[in-house]
């Protein structure tokens, strides 16, 4: 690897990348880059890499790189879980560093706030459905009874009128009717 004053190649920056990362992370699994930029005296690379302990777990990467091949800062982020960073050496994290590891745990504080009271909510919509069944239920329970009281009333109606078709009727019956 050869890195002088000036800039350093592509495959260079990698494979400091990888010295670094090597160094910094124990147990250290496949090392896959995703992206590798060059920007102005430096280059950006951010990847996965996996653990010997866990390899299906992978960790996402982001390391820039000076043109004299120096580590200039890095940062190492399990993928579904708050963000790690590292500062570079003999330096301290930046107050952006920082705030930005804030702002992810505060994301991801509200977001189960978020799903907690969603389950909540989803909680009390069963209770209320149950609810609601139970008064349909009864509901539906009380207009069958009632559908039985007006047939046999239906029934005795038409025994009735078939009792008085029967029989001969009645003066006062007559009168009403020529009327």
């Not at 004053?5 to 494979?15: M, N, Q």
């Not at 690379?45 to 990467?61: I, L």
Request: charge should be positive; hydrophobic fraction near 30%.
């Amino acid at each position: 690897m050869r890195i002088g004053r000036h800039k350093i190649s592509e495959s260079d920056a990698i494979s400091v990348a990888v010295e670094h990362l090597r160094k910094k992370i124990e147990n250290i699994g496949s090392i896959d880059f995703s992206e590798v930029q060059e920007g102005l005296g430096e280059w950006t690379m951010k990847g996965t890499y996996s653990n010997e302990e866990d390899p299906k777990g992978e960790n996402k990467f982001r390391i820039i790189i000076d043109n004299k091949g120096k580590v200039k800062s890095a940062s190492y982020e399990p993928i579904d879980t708050k963000s790690y960073k590292i500062a570079p050496k003999g330096k301290n994290c930046n107050e952006n560093q920082k705030e930005e590891n804030m702002v992810s745990m505060n994301d991801f504080e509200r977001t189960v706030k978020k799903i907690e009271s969603l389950q909540a909510a989803i909680q009390q919509l069963v209770l209320e459905r149950e609810k609601l069944q139970k008064k349909l239920k009864a509901k539906a329970a009380s207009l069958e009874r009632e559908v039985k009281g007006i047939k046999s009333e239906i029934k005795r109606i038409k025994l009735l009128l078939n009792q008085e078709n029967s029989v001969e009727p009645s003066q006062d019956l007559e009168m009403q009717i020529s009327q």
